[in-house]
């Protein structure tokens, strides 16, 4: 059994938490503001942007998970977690097996194109760069260390999609716009999985893309969320020949290791979302 650390305990983190948990590792959750209940976990309230705040813990840590959220999209917020934070969690942590969640908004990439842990990470936006920033040094302090590429997370509390579909927004149809996704319980599954083999020593690549098996337009997930909810189907977006089509997400990787998605595509997340 590991003693483990989640850093950033919001609905992915603490769900980890609670499954870790009941695997019978020791898990201390850090986070902000505790919640009053615990179900088992040691929370410890601890702000990782103070270095005196991390340093005066005092606690057995064999693996730790960051798994961190910026409040906003400010350029401050995201430094404050991704630069200043996860400086202070390294040095007090240093010797410790990481496992950071990162996103695939890493990925500048806007063509349509597929996109795989060994396509060029070059985010042209700063909120990206910061976040790829915190992969380079993760990996420079121990290469060993593990990082994840979520895509865009839903589900219970991440429902924008299944609001917008309800009010007939206009929607980009041709060129297709893909959108990439993972259920919140995939994050959860994902990250338990990897740890599990981790644990049993089996040989782990750096980085892993984790989005489910379809990335679909955004024209065609919007109007089957409009056509499951009674709603009027999208507007269709009138779009310059060489706009935006975003990207494919690639997860064979993780896949091959054995992974299998809970919530393989759209419809099989949203449909019980759907009230």
Not at 29 to 42: C, F, N
Not at 176 to 193: K, M, P, S, W
Not at 214 to 241: G, H
């Amino acid at each position: 059994m590991a003693n483990i650390l989640i850093i950033g305990c919001g609905a992915v983190g603490s769900a980890l938490a609670a499954v870790l948990s009941r695997q019978g590792h020791t898990v201390t959750g850090l986070k902000r503001q505790p919640p009053s209940h615990s179900d088992g976990i040691h929370y410890i309230a601890a702000d990782i942007t103070s270095a005196a705040a991390i340093d005066a813990l005092d606690i057995t840590v064999d693996v730790v998970f960051f798994i961190v959220a910026a409040g906003g999209r400010s350029e401050q917020g995201y430094r404050s977690l991704y630069v200043d934070g996860l400086q202070h969690v390294l040095a007090k942590f240093n010797r410790q097996q990481w496992f950071f969640v990162s996103s695939t908004s890493v990925y500048a990439q806007s063509q349509g194109e597929w996109v795989d842990e060994d396509s060029p990470a070059e985010p042209a936006v700063i909120t990206a760069q910061l976040i790829r920033q915190a992969e380079q040094t993760l990996w420079t302090a121990n290469p060993s260390h593990i990082v994840v590429r979520f895509s865009g997370i839903y589900g219970p509390g991440r429902e924008h999609l299944l609001r917008m579909a309800r009010q007939t927004p206009a929607i980009q149809q041709q060129p297709a716009y893909f959108t990439n996704r993972i259920h919140q319980e995939d994050c959860v599954g994902v990250l338990a999985f990897l740890f599990g083999l981790w644990l049993a020593k089996t040989p782990l690549q750096p980085c892993y893309l984790a989005s489910d098996d379809d990335p679909a337009p955004l024209w065609e997930v919007v109007s089957w969320l409009a056509a499951r909810q009674n709603s009027p189907v999208p507007i269709a977006k009138i779009a310059a020949a060489d706009a935006d089509a975003n990207k494919r997400c690639r997860n064979a990787r993780l896949k091959a290791l054995g992974y299998a998605f809970r919530y393989a595509s759209y419809q099989d997340g949203y449909a019980g979302l759907i009230l």
